[in-house]
């Protein structure tokens, strides 16, 4: 996403594109992996010495809140963040932490009875176990 790309998103959402904002974006947008706010931080920091953690985290909230960003909550860690546009599900390793990408595969909507009176805004499948770093190796045969 190149950097009118970003601006565009931000005003579609609403959000105003601030030095610090778009910093962010532009930073997640380049990542291949799924970095903590602290990482996001200090990437941005290293840019511009003038940002804030306080104002790197609201960013990353008013980011999340827009749709923009997704918040991937990993168990007793720091949560990840990506801000991929394409859709998509997350494997997450229950030994390192490691979050990864699954491919999007439609998910079957509950019923409307099993709802009740809550609206479903979308649905994401977070898969756990063992990455190809942490899974026991077999024995050679």
């Known amino acids: 996403m190149d950097a009118d790309a970003i601006k565009r998103s931000l005003a579609a959402s609403g959000l105003r ?21 602290a990482e996001i931080f200090e990437a941005v920091n290293r840019v511009d010495p003038r940002s804030s953690r306080a104002t790197i985290y609201n960013n990353l909230r ?4 827009a749709g923009l960003v997704r918040e991937v909550a990993v168990e007793g860690r720091s949560a990840r963040f990506d801000a991929k546009g394409m859709r998509h599900h997350h494997f997450i390793c229950d030994r390192c932490g490691n979050v990864e990408d699954i491919g999007w595969y439609n998910v079957p909507r509950p019923s409307a009875a099993s709802l009740g009176k809550r609206v479903l805004r979308e649905c994401e499948l977070i898969f756990r176990g063992l990455c190809d770093k942490c899974a026991p190796r077999r024995a050679a045969r």
Do not use: N
Request: glycine share 4%.
């Open 62 to 65: 008013d980011l999340v809140q």
């Open 17 to 37: 594109s601030t030095p610090q904002r778009f910093a962010v974006m532009a930073f997640l947008m380049e990542q291949a992996g799924h970095p903590t706010a």
